[in-house]
């Protein structure tokens, strides 16, 4: 198997155990009694546990630096808690709310969120191709809340809340970079999925356990171990064999997954106008991915100025 396939199959692999685990929590919220905020605290302790379990095996400096210096623990708490842990509540929130497929192609706002977010803070207008991205997200978000009627609501306020903060989550992914270009990335979220679990520690000690039958815990643990620890593992490998455009591209999985999941077994129901509005929030991903000249030429045009 050569670098390319090895790591298309590792970054389709991923993103498909993400999308998975939407549905997985889709159907444990839709069939018991599971809190979001105790599923969210298992998920990141546990996975946390496991991933600086593995850091700490493979590159135990690493750990003991980020862990040591009061200044990476700055940058630590932060994401751990504006990032990890606010993306990760906010998401499941608005997989109880909604649906996995919405809530999963909602969260493929982020990428226009910080465009616009570096443009206000740069003060200068986005590139021609993050123009386009959000003009075709905002009219793709009116299908997908909407239906094309501006009379109707297909999402209930609440889901739309919880599931546009997700999208705005993604403003405190930007928190780590200065780790991420000193440490590994698997020992820097590691540790934020394991502090933020930590702080979520007091939430789950008061929420009583949900009554699972061993078929619901399977779910669980395919949460924590597929769709978390696996899942990240798997993508953060595939960046080695390909470049990010790829990856962002084969990022796409995750929406599809979740939608054929939610359709196939859940009996999730998508409109024409939710499709038409996915595809279009999904298409931003691989404009944002692809290089406007590459897009150009695709299209016959040669030259871009």
Do not use: C, D, F, K
């Given at each position: 198997m050569n670098r390319q396939t090895k790591g298309v199959l590792l970054a389709a692999g991923g993103a498909s155990l993400w999308g998975g685990s939407g549905a997985a929590a889709q159907y444990l919220f839709s069939t018991t009694s599971i809190s979001t905020t105790w599923l969210?605290?298992?998920?990141?302790i546990t996975a946390g546990i496991l991933l600086?379990?593995?850091?700490?095996?493979?590159?135990?400096q690493q750990v003991r630096a980020i862990t040591h210096q009061?200044?990476?623990?700055?940058y630590l708490l932060g994401f751990a808690v504006l990032g990890m842990m606010n993306s990760q509540l906010s998401y499941f929130l608005a997989v109880k709310y909604s649906n996995a497929p919405t809530a999963t192609v909602i969260q493929y706002l982020q990428p226009v969120i910080i465009i616009v977010w570096l443009a206000f803070v740069q003060q200068q207008w986005p590139r021609r191709i993050d123009c386009i991205s959000i003009v075709i997200a905002l009219i793709g978000t009116f299908y997908l809340v909407t239906g094309g009627r501006l009379d109707t609501l297909t999402l209930t306020p609440v889901a739309l809340f919880w599931g546009l903060w997700c999208a705005v989550a993604a403003l405190y992914t930007l928190l780590p970079q200065p780790l991420l270009k000193r440490y590994d990335a698997l020992a820097v979220c590691g540790l934020a999925m394991l502090v933020s679990g930590i702080l979520l520690i007091p939430s789950l000690l008061t929420i009583p356990w949900p009554h699972l039958s061993s078929g619901d815990w399977w779910l669980v643990i395919y949460i924590i171990v597929g769709g978390t620890m696996f899942s990240y593992t798997m993508f953060l490998q595939s960046i080695r064999y390909i470049s990010p455009s790829v990856t962002g591209i084969l990022s796409a999985f995750e929406p599809l997954v979740a939608t054929l999941l939610a359709v196939t077994l859940l009996g999730t129901r998508m409109t024409v106008a939710g499709v038409v509005g996915s595809l279009m929030i999904l298409l931003t991903t691989f404009l944002q991915a692809i290089p406007m000249q590459k897009i150009l030429t695709l299209l016959g045009l040669k030259h871009y100025h």
């Open positions: 969210v605290a298992v998920r990141l600086t379990a593995i850091s700490i095996a493979r590159t135990p009061r200044h990476n623990l700055g």
